[in-house]
């Protein structure tokens, strides 16, 4: 990867350009094992490595990212990130009746590229900034990812997912920062017209989401991470018809409940709650020209 800086210029320090380039070359590959138990169970077993180059906002940020509230500031000397990626999943299905994919991962990341805390916020122009460093050091990310479904009554079928991760910086032995906490999300989805347009069957589905407060975040974080919650959600999908043509609609309602929480990932947790009730209407007019 390449990247042209000639043409550069750092918005905090008036009219400064760059003039050098950057390149960036390396190699990547993996290796991937199947097992068959039987028709119903198989088990995959994946390993390689990857690399990233810093980005240029990693390298050259000098002042506000309005899109997360905060104060950036890059670091020209950071280097390409190095991954070793290991992962097993076992998988399941028995028909239409239920599957499952449960994974463990296990990653090692030479010079993980990550945003550190300064402790004090940076007084600018425009307000004062909670103000972060681009940093790299050798990391381990491992965890477990889990996806099930099963049909309970005919076209009622039961949905779940979680999430666990684990981020350790190696060099500071502490915690990374910025690394999301344990999510559940269940659901019941119930499906009809399925046999009209199997490609789009329309459904009605409720889910809930359930986020557990983040304990394994560093202290040097500007607020401690917020309370858990668990937020409510709803979807309709339907397809209609007059004739040859096809309408698709969508409704969705985002935090039935209207619930007030915070996402530790998201930085303007340090300023505001997330988003409240909001419900959404989608139209989908495919055409066929055939």
Known sequence: MRYDLRHLHVAEQGTTNLNEDRNFQNWSGSLGLLYAFDEHWKMRFNTGSAWRSPLVNELFSSGVHHGSASYEEGNPNLQPERGFNNSLTLEGTHHDQWSLALTAYYNLIQDFIYLQPRGEAQLTIRGAFPAFDYRQADARLMGIDWTAECKLYKNLRFESKATLLNGWNRELEDHLIFMPPLRFEQGLKLGFNEKKHPDHPSFVRISV???????????????APPPGFTRVDAEFFHTLEWGKQRLELGISVFNLFNIEYREYLNRFRYFSAEMGRNLGIRLKLPFNFS
């Open 209 to 223: 989401l359930t986020v557990m407060q983040q304990r394994l975040a560093p202290a040097s974080d500007y607020a």
